[in-house]
């Protein structure tokens, strides 16, 4: 088939949906065109549960080769948070080949224009749908996500934020018309006349620097950002987390290949072990987009040093709960409990400090003093993971050793009011499996304003930790908040209230330090997940992340647009 007949066929067939995000974007009100239950799949093309597993499984073992050029070597070596070897092997690239070929398609693909790049971008992501249930093995199996969250967050929850960032490019690109015709009246001389045209050009080659624990849900803003704005995408994989961005990169070249354009726009660079590429390929000149979710370190690092890139990271913050009443106590109690529990607490939402005034809260159950707050929140959790089962159906595995050291080491950094326990998989024997830990800690003001040393509770304890901070009012707690959100950042913040005035004082801090805020959430909506199209995830505006997923200025700098100024014949 004609490369234009399957333009046309591209947006004829994605439009409709295009223009759904579009309006999505602009209502903020609920919307999701992938299905989140797997009863949905399985029908129209899509693999049933069971025909996931098996795709999954026929992988485990094999060579994945994209036909890449300037692949001088395939390596592997994932395992699983679950204990199997994945034995998957990916083309590892001579990039002083890759880059160039890269680049050789840009002109065509800038030449598409908007409208056909998303159609394409909504092509590939409705390709990744139809394989949703393959795609959530493969997170689970590279973040340690118990199956039905890697199911939702790596599969319909990832793609719902890939299109969102799909249609926020569009827009962008369009605000601008593509001619105009300019006329300068001059008096009773004949008008000035030109004719004009604006043409949207990417910067060159982006790189997506992926994450271990939601390489999907995090990678797919950036990597759809930047291949929808007109740049060609090399994917840089976690070493323990390739298997999924792989398979993104195999769909997407195909999907390029089938439109008649450069598969090479979107590639991959596995790395061998220890390789450490990130830093090399972060500093190439071809490299003018760098996308990166991880350690505040490496991201202060890409800041730094990647100069001649836009750079966008999502780093660590410390999430922070304040609680100063609350008219639903066992409400409050549930979805804290549950919150600190979802996946060992290993997102960069989840909260970690828990400031209570020491004494004590009003709750519709009646005055409770704080030592009696974090009591009863430790019971919350232990109920909710009482069962092994439903404790693993909702913990997941532990990511990496790093996390299960941060735990181990929790315990001595002051009171457990909640000790972590070992739950056994049935299925998986060598997963590490562990509840989480809460510990108390004085917040008193003089600790965290004039020690010589930090309190423990101002640095970011990624994984299933949690701490109960006595503060000496609902003031200092207010106080406390805004310096962590100033000095280290924070993704996401929550309060309790039944005081319009202290609600108003901590929405102030959060619109004054540039914080997400939920307040008050005692039902089925939980301060550590967002959902694309309506919530924004990160502001951008503290040290957390410099950017917002998704929002205008995440995209618009994607790309610059190139006028061409003629005289108009006769003028």
């Known amino acids: 088939m004609a490369a234009e007949r399957t333009a046309h066929d591209l947006i004829a067939e994605h439009r409709p949906t295009l223009d759904r995000a579009l309006e999505a974007i602009s209502t903020r009100a609920y919307w999701s065109p992938h299905p989140e239950h797997p ?71 800038r030449e598409a224009g908007a409208e056909l790049r998303a159609a394409v971008c909504l092509e590939i992501l409705a390709r990744i749908s139809a394989r949703t249930m393959e795609f959530g093995h493969a997170v689970m199996h590279t973040s340690g996500q118990a199956f039905m969250m ?81 740049n060609a995408v090399l994917v840089k994989p976690h070493p323990r987390a390739v298997l999924p961005l792989a398979l993104t990169v195999q769909v997407a070249r195909d999907v390029l290949a089938e439109a008649g354009f450069d598969p090479n726009l979107v590639a991959l660079a596995a790395e061998r072990p220890g390789e450490g590429i990130a830093k090399d390929l ?98 919350a959790v232990g109920g909710l993971l009482g069962d092994d089962a439903r404790a693993n159906a909702l913990l997941g595995a532990l990511v990496n050793p790093d996390v299960k050291a941060r735990l181990e080491a929790a315990g001595s950094l002051g009171e457990v009011a909640l000790p972590s326990r070992e739950v056994a998989h049935p299925d998986f024997p060598d997963a590490v499996v562990r509840t989480p830990a809460m510990v108390k800690l004085d917040g008193a003001r003089k600790v965290w304003e004039h020690a010589d040393t930090e309190a423990a509770y101002l640095s970011e304890c990624f994984g299933p930790v949690s701490f109960a901070v006595a503060v000496d009012s609902t003031a200092d707690a207010l106080d406390l908040l805004r310096r962590t959100v100033r000095d280290k950042g924070a993704m996401t913040v929550g309060a309790y209230t039944t005081s319009e005035e202290v609600a108003g004082a901590v929405e102030e801090v959060c619109l004054d330090e540039c914080a997400q805020l939920s307040l008050n959430l005692t039902g089925g909506v939980y301060v550590n997940q967002t959902a694309a199209f309506s919530d924004f995830h990160g502001s951008g505006g503290n040290p957390a992340a410099n950017a917002a997923l998704c929002d205008g200025a995440f995209v618009a700098n994607r790309f610059r647009v190139v006028e061409v100024r003629r005289e108009t014949a006769g003028s």
């Open 150 to 230: 890697a199911f939702q967050a790596g599969g319909p929850h990832a793609q719902d934020r890939g299109m969102e960032a799909v249609a926020y490019a569009y827009a962008e690109q369009v605000r601008t018309p593509d001619a105009a015709e300019w006329s300068k009246p001059q008096g009773k001389r004949d008008p000035l006349l030109l004719t004009k045209s604006f043409t949207p050009v990417g910067r060159g080659i982006a790189l997506m620097i992926g994450c271990n624990t939601f390489p999907t849900w995090n990678g797919y803003p950036g990597l759809f950002a930047s291949l929808a704005t007109g």
């Open 39 to 109: 009863k949905a799949y399985g029908e129209s093309g899509s693999l049933s549960l069971a025909e996931g597993k098996a795709a999954f499984d026929a992988l485990l073992g094999a060579r994945l080769d994209l036909g890449q050029p300037g692949t001088d070597d395939f390596v592997g070596g994932e395992v699983s948070p679950y204990g199997i070897e994945l034995g998957v092997t990916y083309p590892h690239a001579d990039i002083d080949v890759l880059l160039p070929a890269m680049r050789a398609g840009l002109r065509a693909w």
């Open 282 to 379: 972060a500093v190439r000149p071809e490299v003018r987009i760098i996308d990166y979710t991880g350690s505040t370190a490496f991201g202060d690092w890409l800041e730094t040093h990647a100069r001649q890139a836009q750079v966008y990271t999502e780093k660590a913050g410390v999430n922070t709960v304040v609680i100063d009443s609350t008219d639903s106590y066992r409400g409050m109690l549930s979805n804290l409990a549950f919150s600190l529990s979802l996946y060992s607490g290993q997102m960069c939402t989840t909260p970690q400090n828990l400031l209570i005034p020491r004494d004590g809260i009003t709750t519709d159950e009646g005055p409770k003093a704080y030592d009696e707050v974090v009591a009863d929140l430790a019971r």
